[in-house]
């Protein structure tokens, strides 16, 4: 077997297991939203489509290691470079499209765990931001040649972007987001009202994401040598690798928080507090729906009155319960109306952290 090939299918091993350890991941999440919180929201659904491209880069990575990726450049035949260079085209794109739905799919979980209203305008920015940067990377992808045929033949006439500028200031800009991403829920985290051990869970838990800022800066450093490599095919082994690793640790980092009711129930005793049992039987009991059937209920104004009643603000008299009230013109009729129909735990799966927090 050739050395080249050799490097192409470890390359394609190692993709191989971070998709399929990002798929177990998200199945896990989508278990956890769908059936033991019972709220499946924008984030999970983005975080599927985020899914869906990267197990499509994995299929570009298997269609560029069966046409030699890894292999030198002198010795693969016109033909075969020609359809790994197609492969490797289409993969850029495809790249951008995971990592900016996955990070999409993080700032609208953040959205609805930290519903303040300074969280959620900032979140509102980002996804302005990355929806305007991430259509960008995705068009200059897959145009970086006018007309295209020129990325993998570059006998023809036309015109190519700088590849080393658009990769380094792209991937300069993923690093930026991701340390935004990282930081971004830290002050409210701390702000939380839960003893120390459950907040340093949640904060460890939020804080994998600098995974993702390690693996992005250890793709641009195989960037830098393929883009100043001679013998693009056999040095892009290193950058197809670390770009893999990168989509498929963001998507798990992305999902690890929106798991944790599953967790909490396989491992009760990280977000217990060890000093309540009323507490730690809320976090041991693992999610659930609590309703009251409160619908249609009518509180008095009136402190400490559950009864229903009617008052006339213009003389103010109480009506018997048994007498229909008599309005005159001008007086106002005040019902209080107080209607509860379901109540999730926002302990068990960060429904409404807003709760929790110290203003």
């Known amino acids: 077997?050739?050395?080249?090939?050799?490097?192409?299918?470890?390359?394609?091993?190692?993709?191989?297991?971070?998709?399929?350890?990002?798929?177990?991941?998200?199945?896990?999440?989508?278990?956890?939203?769908?059936?033991?919180?019972?709220?499946?929201?924008?984030?999970?659904?983005?975080?599927?489509?985020?899914?869906?491209?990267?197990?499509?880069?994995?299929?570009?990575?298997v269609g560029e290691t069966a046409y030699l990726m890894g292999e030198h450049y002198d010795q693969i035949p016109p033909q075969i470079l020609k359809k790994q260079m197609i492969c490797f085209w289409a993969s850029v794109p495809i790249y951008q499209a995971s990592l900016i739905t996955t990070k999409a799919s993080i700032l609208l979980q953040y959205k609805r765990v930290f519903s303040t209203p300074r969280m959620r305008l900032a979140c509102y920015c980002l996804l302005g931001f990355l929806g305007v940067w991430g259509t960008w990377t995705f068009v200059s992808a897959w145009l970086n040649c006018v007309p295209v045929a020129k990325f993998w033949n570059d006998s023809l006439d036309g015109y190519c972007l700088d590849k080393k500028a658009l990769w380094f200031s792209n991937s300069a800009i993923h690093i930026f987001t991701d340390i935004l991403l990282l930081l971004f829920p830290m002050p409210v985290l701390k702000?939380?009202?839960?003893?120390?051990?459950?907040?340093?869970?949640?904060?460890?838990?939020?804080?994998?994401?600098?995974?993702?800022?390690?693996?992005?800066?250890?793709?641009?450093?195989?960037?830098?040598?393929?883009?100043?490599?001679?013998?693009?095919?056999?040095?892009?082994?290193?950058?197809?690798?670390?770009?893999?690793?990168?989509?498929?640790?963001?998507?798990?980092?992305?999902?690890?928080?929106?798991?944790?009711?599953?967790?909490?129930?396989?491992?009760?005793?990280?977000?217990?507090?060890?000093k309540s049992n009323n507490t730690s039987n809320l976090y041991n009991q693992g999610p659930r729906s609590r309703s009251a059937n409160l619908t249609g209920f009518q509180a008095s104004v009136a402190a400490g009155k559950p009864e229903p009643a009617n008052y006339s603000l213009g003389t103010f008299s109480r009506k018997p319960e048994n007498e229909p009230p008599t309005i005159a013109p001008g007086d106002i009729k005040v019902t209080t109306i107080v209607s509860q129909e379901s109540v999730t735990s926002p302990v068990e799966e960060y429904s409404s952290l807003k709760g929790l927090i110290r203003d």
Request: hydrophobic share 50%; aromatic share 10%.
């Open 1 to 61: 077997m050739a050395i080249g090939v050799s490097r192409g299918r470890e390359a394609l091993a190692v993709s191989g297991v971070f998709t399929c350890l990002a798929t177990l991941v998200t199945a896990v999440r989508i278990y956890t939203r769908a059936y033991m919180v019972k709220q499946v929201g924008a984030d999970d659904w983005t975080i599927l489509i985020s899914l869906s491209f990267s197990w499509a880069f994995f299929g570009l990575f």
């Open 191 to 274: 702000k939380l009202q839960l003893p120390s051990r459950q907040k340093l869970a949640l904060m460890g838990i939020f804080a994998l994401g600098a995974f993702v800022l390690v693996t992005s800066i250890l793709r641009l450093q195989s960037l830098l040598l393929v883009s100043d490599s001679k013998d693009t095919t056999y040095d892009n082994v290193g950058a197809a690798t670390w770009s893999a690793v990168e989509c498929n640790v963001a998507i798990i980092c992305a999902c690890l928080p929106a798991t944790r009711a599953f967790i909490s129930k396989l491992i009760p005793r990280i977000f217990s507090t060890g």
